[in-house]
């Protein structure tokens, strides 16, 4: 809920968003009615979450100014159109990263929120006992299994 909380103070207005993962609108709403975003395409390939997500548009009166695209958010995202993008999946949006880059605006770039799940190690555990992750370059705790998240796309 607090990042709920702060992304709805974030001042969006006269900005395009691409929400990846919309869901119901956890994010896409707040924008919308906080945010005072210009617009929002939603993406997402729940029917019931699309169908929360529209109802919820309604009773807001933000309708107008979002977009619903059901779907594979690798088929149906926007290219070249956002100031921001909500890459809101948990564990691990990483399959989503091109796709993200893809949809914002080409002569200005943007801004890319991406949640996660991380893991974390006490700095003195770092020290001396640290590697390098052979898939991201991050450095991370030696301790942890080389496998603690998601490959980043390739190409």
């Given amino acids: 809920i607090t990042e709920k909380l702060r992304m709805a103070k974030l001042d969006c207005r006269g900005e395009t968003i691409v929400d990846l993962y919309a869901g119901i609108g ?51 995202a926007p290219c070249g ?21 893809r949809a914002l605006r080409p002569e200005a770039g943007g801004t890319l929120h991406v949640h996660g799940n991380v893991y974390t190690c006490p700095l003195s555990q770092l020290s001396g006992h640290s590697t390098v992750c052979s898939r991201c370059g991050v450095y991370r705790c030696a301790a942890l299994p080389e496998d603690t998240h998601s490959q980043p796309p390739q190409g």
């Fill in 26 to 76: 956890y994010f896409t709403l707040p924008l919308l009615v906080h945010g005072k975003a210009k617009h929002v395409y939603a993406c997402d390939w729940n029917p019931g979450a699309i169908e929360a997500l529209r109802r919820t548009l309604c009773k807001n009166s933000v309708s107008d100014r979002c977009t619903v695209l059901p779907g594979d958010n690798t088929k149906v």
């Fill in 81 to 101: 159109v956002a100031d921001r993008i909500l890459l809101g999946l948990i564990p691990c949006s990483g399959n989503s990263w091109a796709v993200a880059c």
